[in-house]
Structures are given as structure tokens and as C-alpha cells.
């Protein structure tokens, strides 16, 4: 789970340094320096994959992307709302309602993968298990 979330980053990171106009159109207006944010976001995405594949940066690059995806979410909205076109991204509700209602899965999918919970499967055999069986 963590390589496929951290590939899908990387990706996304790649997609805004490459065609930020894209992004630029489904950016809040209340987002200062709007170009260069999408720039910085895409940088962070892509550090931050390799960090969430690392071991000893790992719990902090799942935190941040667990962040990052609660604060990218009203570009969601924007761009659900508005109906903007962004090719190739279809302007239809069988994609934004579905990509709205999943942003709280890819936060959960973050902490997950950062070792933060571990709810609803149990990781078995970790420090905290043998201690608690003390």
C-alpha cells in the first residue's frame, strides 16, 4: 500500500511541475501566489513519496500527505463545483462525486501507511504488541 500510494504521489508531483495550468484552474482564489504554490506542491509531492518509502522519515511524510490531501481538498470541491474542464479529467459527477467522497480514504490511506494507525487491521508482532502482552 505505502509504494502504490507514494508511486500515485510521485505522479501527481510530476503532473504539477509539467502542466501546471491544469492545476491553476481548479486553485481557490483565496490561494496566494497561486503559480507558485502548485510549483512547491509538486516538489512536496514527490519528496514526500520518497520520504513515505524511507523508514526513518516515513511516520512524518505520512503525516504531512495525510495533511496536505485535507488542505488540497477544497481545489477538489472548486473543481467539482464549478464544473471546470480539465482535460483529461471528465467534467462529470461520475468523477467528482467519487473523488470527493474517497479524499477521506487517502487521508486514512496516508496515516496508514505512515504507521500512524492501523485501524481496522491490527498490525501484529509490532514493539507496542510485545509490550502491552508484558
Keep these: 500500500m505505502r509504494w502504490l500510494m507514494a508511486a500515485l504521489f510521485a505522479a501527481a508531483g510530476v503532473a504539477h511541475l509539467r502542466a501546471p495550468e491544469?492545476?491553476?484552474?481548479?486553485t481557490p482564489g483565496f490561494v496566494p501566489f497561486a503559480?507558485?504554490?502548485i510549483f512547491l506542491t509538486g516538489l512536496f509531492e514527490i519528496a514526500a513519496a520518497a520520504a513515505l518509502v524511507t523508514r526513518p522519515l516515513r511516520s512524518s511524510a505520512g503525516i504531512a500527505l495525510a495533511l496536505y490531501s485535507l488542505a488540497v481538498w477544497p481545489a477538489?470541491?472548486?473543481?467539482?463545483l464549478e464544473g471546470i474542464d480539465v482535460p483529461p479529467i471528465p467534467?462529470?459527477?461520475?468523477?467528482?462525486?467519487?473523488?470527493?467522497?474517497?479524499q477521506p480514504v487517502i487521508i486514512w490511506w496516508a496515516l496508514y501507511c505512515a504507521?500512524?494507525?492501523?485501524?481496522p487491521w491490527h498490525r501484529r508482532g509490532t514493539a507496542d504488541d510485545k509490550h502491552a502482552a508484558r
Design 22 to 26: 491544469a492545476f491553476l484552474m481548479i
Design 35 to 37: 503559480r507558485e504554490v
Design 76 to 80: 477538489n470541491i472548486k473543481h467539482a
Design 91 to 102: 467534467s462529470t459527477w461520475w468523477y467528482h462525486a467519487p473523488r470527493l467522497a474517497l
Design 115 to 119: 504507521g500512524v494507525i492501523d485501524w
